[in-house]
């Protein structure tokens, strides 16, 4: 069975701490990616990777960083925490399998990050 | 870069009765149309896609029809269940949504009333 995880469920963080979100996913996809989901938003892409040590911006990076240094492993870095960067953030990944155009992209169950 | 609109933000309907949510989408070039749904508490899950090649498709109760020229998609869920219930977002996507990830909607609650 596929599977996406995230280090913690729920997060509470203070105003300009440096918080790390990890991503495991142990069905050797080469992509991952990194939403946030608010309410009336929907979800937005912050970064993805296609390989390891690969990034790329998605539509709103500002305020984050991300790493990947193993294949299974997805990191999104908050540098300094701010108030507006409390949300849902949701972890995916998804295959670069030869021959599959449209990839399904498997999602983690979130982390509810609050940051006071 | 792409824009995804969803309608309606929230949906209420009878149990048995039909659902229908509705997107457009902005650039021409997009060629990949997923469905997913998120059940609380839980991450969203791909129920039904479409590809740009196709006007329909359909998967026991669920069905997805796209018109290219209109730029717009929709979901139909017949006989409503109560584990319907879930917020649903539509996307899409120029390049397949491998590597390049995807333009969601807004989402739809979906809310299934006995």
């Known amino acids: 069975d596929v599977k996406v995880t995230q280090s913690s469920r729920y997060l509470v963080k203070r105003t300009g701490e440096k918080v790390f979100l990890e991503c495991v996913q142990d069905?050797?996809?080469?992509?991952m990616f990194w939403y946030r989901q608010d309410p009336g938003l929907g979800l937005r892409l912050i970064y993805f990777?296609?390989?390891?040590?690969?990034?790329e911006k998605g539509d709103i990076p500002e305020g984050y960083s991300v790493s990947r240094e193993k294949k299974e492993r997805f990191s999104l870095i908050l540098e300094s925490a701010s108030t507006n960067q409390t949300s849902m953030y949701l972890c995916?990944?998804?295959?670069?399998?030869?021959?599959?155009?449209?990839?399904?992209?498997?999602f983690g169950p979130g982390t509810r990050l609050t940051v006071l | 870069g792409e824009n995804v609109e969803q309608h309606p933000s929230t949906l209420s309907v009878q149990e048995g009765d039909s659902a229908v949510i509705k997107c457009t989408y902005s650039?021409?070039?997009?060629?990949?149309f997923p469905w997913y749904k998120q059940e609380l508490g839980k991450g969203p899950q791909l129920i039904i896609d479409?590809?740009?090649?196709?006007g329909e498709k359909k998967d026991q109760r669920i069905a997805v029809t796209l018109n290219k020229t209109a730029k717009h998609f929709s979901l139909h869920i017949t006989e409503t269940q109560p584990e319907d219930s879930a917020v649903y977002f539509c996307?899409?996507?120029?390049?397949?949504?491998?590597?390049?990830?995807?333009?969601f909607g807004k989402g739809t609650h979906l809310i299934i009333q006995p």
């Open positions: 995916a990944s998804s295959s670069q399998s030869a021959g599959v155009i449209y990839n399904e992209q498997f």
């Open positions: 069905m050797d996809h080469e992509n």
């Open positions: 990777s296609y390989d390891v040590k690969m990034k």
């Open positions: 650039d021409s070039a997009s060629n990949y």
């Open positions: 479409i590809r740009s090649n196709v």
């Open positions: 996307a899409a996507s120029i390049e397949g949504g491998g590597a390049d990830g995807l333009t």
